[in-house]
């Protein structure tokens, strides 16, 4: 190790745009990382972009689309060395039996929660094995415990996360840590709503009575006190939920 190498404080995030992407952004830039977030959504970007000054930068990317990501890649490349690489860009797209559940649905979380995570690991692990650096999962509890209804999603976050644990295992002999961080129920804006096709009445229904779901805030206190461990810590998975959650199946409701 070098004392530059372990001195670089340069962070890439996916999902940088909502939820707890971008509040893992906010946290780093606030523990003096400099930032690149990616996203499709440029004006979201811009925002976040106005409101941090020079600690954040991005590019925006469709982590699903091949020359995309290799564009946004590059061009993080070009500025600069990267010591993190923070994936949250993901999602889940209904909640229907395994029986009756839409391909398309399945497809899209493949799409994005493995395939999209894989492809931007894969560009940009040899920039991180050179600044002995960290990949960092935002998988989810539901990759843990299967749930009714949860077919597809808990299918894409547990390969998520077995790829995670995978590339623990590769890399052993390699100077790059590889971090899972599975969160629990977090409340975030437009998760649920994604979820459901925009129908805000069952997106709240997953939050009713719930005292205290996590925040992207708790969750992004996890990704940046895992960050900023030493290098030779590999903080390998953190399992983080509400208090009122002791799984999925006993979740503490009020009333
Ligand atoms: N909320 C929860 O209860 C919870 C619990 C456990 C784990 N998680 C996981 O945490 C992560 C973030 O969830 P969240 O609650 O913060 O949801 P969110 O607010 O909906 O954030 C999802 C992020 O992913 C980005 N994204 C979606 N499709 C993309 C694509 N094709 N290319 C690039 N970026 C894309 C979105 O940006 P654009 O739309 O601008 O591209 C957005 O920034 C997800 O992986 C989720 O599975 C969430």
């Known amino acids: 190790m070098t004392?530059?190498?372990?001195?670089?404080?340069?962070?890439?995030v996916t999902g940088a745009s909502s939820g707890i992407g971008q509040a893992s952004v906010r946290a780093l830039v606030g523990k003096g990382w400099q930032v690149v977030g990616l996203?499709?959504?440029?004006?979201?970007?811009?925002?976040?972009?106005?409101?941090?000054?020079?600690?954040?930068?991005?590019?925006?990317?469709?982590v699903t689309d091949e020359d995309s990501t290799r564009k946004a890649v590059d061009a993080v490349l070009s500025?600069?060395?990267?010591?993190?690489?923070?994936?949250?860009?993901?999602?889940?797209?209904?909640?229907?039996?395994?029986?009756?559940?839409n391909l398309d649905d399945w497809r899209g979380m493949y799409e994005l929660n493995v395939l999209g995570t894989l492809r931007v690991i894969q560009k940009f692990l040899p920039a991180l094995k050179e600044s002995e650096g960290t990949v960092l999962v935002v998988s989810s509890t539901a990759g843990i415990e299967p749930?009714?209804?949860?077919?597809?999603?808990?299918a894409s976050k547990a390969a998520e996360r077995v790829m995670a644990r995978i590339l623990r295992?590769?890399?052993v002999s390699e100077p790059v840590r590889v971090v899972d961080i599975a969160p629990g129920l977090v409340h975030t804006d437009e998760f649920s709503l994604k979820r459901f096709g925009g129908d805000s009445s069952k997106a709240d229904a997953v939050y009713a009575g719930v005292p205290d779901p996590l925040t992207a805030d708790d969750v992004a206190g996890c990704v940046s006190w895992a960050l900023e461990q030493p290098d030779t810590v590999d903080?390998?998975?953190?399992?983080?939920?509400?208090?009122?959650?002791?799984?999925?199946?006993?979740?503490?409701?009020?009333?």
């Open 3 to 12: 004392d530059s190498t372990n001195t670089i404080k340069r962070a890439v």
């Open 39 to 62: 996203a499709r959504r440029e004006e979201n970007l811009r925002d976040l972009a106005k409101e941090l000054g020079e600690g954040f930068t991005y590019q925006v990317c469709d």
């Open 79 to 101: 500025e600069g060395p990267v010591k993190a690489l923070v994936n949250c860009a993901g999602a889940a797209f209904g909640k229907d039996a395994v029986a009756t559940s």
């Open 147 to 154: 749930y009714e209804g949860g077919g597809g999603y808990c």
């Open 169 to 171: 295992l590769e890399l």
């Open 235 to 255: 903080v390998d998975q953190i399992v983080v939920r509400p208090r009122a959650e002791g799984s999925y199946t006993k979740l503490y409701r009020k009333g």
